[in-house]
Nanobody, 124 residues
Framework: QVQLVESGGGLAQAGGSLRLSCAAS????????VGWFRQAPGKEREFVAA????????SYAVAVRGRFTISRDNAKNTVYLQMNSLKPEDTAVYYC?????????????????WGQGTQVTVSS
C-alpha cells in the first residue's frame, strides 16, 4: 500500500505561481512512477504531468507544457508540481497518483494509488 497526501493548493492570481507537494508513505515510493491529474467542476479528470521513478522521463499535457514542472525527491518521498504563469483555466482539484508501471502514464487507469486532492483556484 502507498498513501499519498497532496498539499500546497490555494488561491493564486493569474500569472502567479503555486507549488504542489505529494507526500507518500507506505511501500517503497521510489519504485513508483507518479502522475498529477486535475478535475475541474463539471469536467472529466485530465492528465497534467508524470515522472518515472528515477526521474528519467517526464511528460506533460499540452495545456501546461512550459509552465508546469514535475520533480521528485525520493529521499523525502515527495513529488512536486511547480506551477508558474497560472491561468484561470488551471482552476481544479489536483490529484497525485502512483503507478507501479511506467507506460501509458497519461491514462488514469495506469495508476494504483491516489491522493485525496488539493484545490487550486486561479483568479483573473
Amino acid at each position: 500500500q502507498v498513501q499519498l497526501v497532496e498539499s500546497g493548493g490555494g488561491l493564486a492570481q493569474a500569472g502567479g505561481s503555486l507549488r504542489l507537494s505529494c507526500a507518500a508513505s507506505g511501500r517503497t515510493f521510489s519504485s513508483y512512477a507518479v502522475g498529477w491529474f486535475r478535475q475541474a467542476p463539471g469536467k472529466e479528470r485530465e492528465f497534467v504531468a508524470a515522472i518515472t521513478w528515477e526521474s528519467v522521463l517526464t511528460s506533460y499535457a499540452v495545456a501546461v507544457r512550459g509552465r508546469f514542472t514535475i520533480s521528485r525527491d525520493n529521499a523525502k518521498n515527495t513529488v512536486y508540481l511547480q506551477m508558474n504563469s497560472l491561468k484561470p483555466e488551471d482552476t481544479a482539484v489536483y490529484y497525485c497518483a502512483a503507478a507501479s508501471r511506467t507506460w501509458r502514464l497519461a491514462q488514469s487507469s495506469a495508476y494504483d494509488y491516489w491522493g485525496q486532492g488539493t484545490q487550486v483556484t486561479v483568479s483573473s
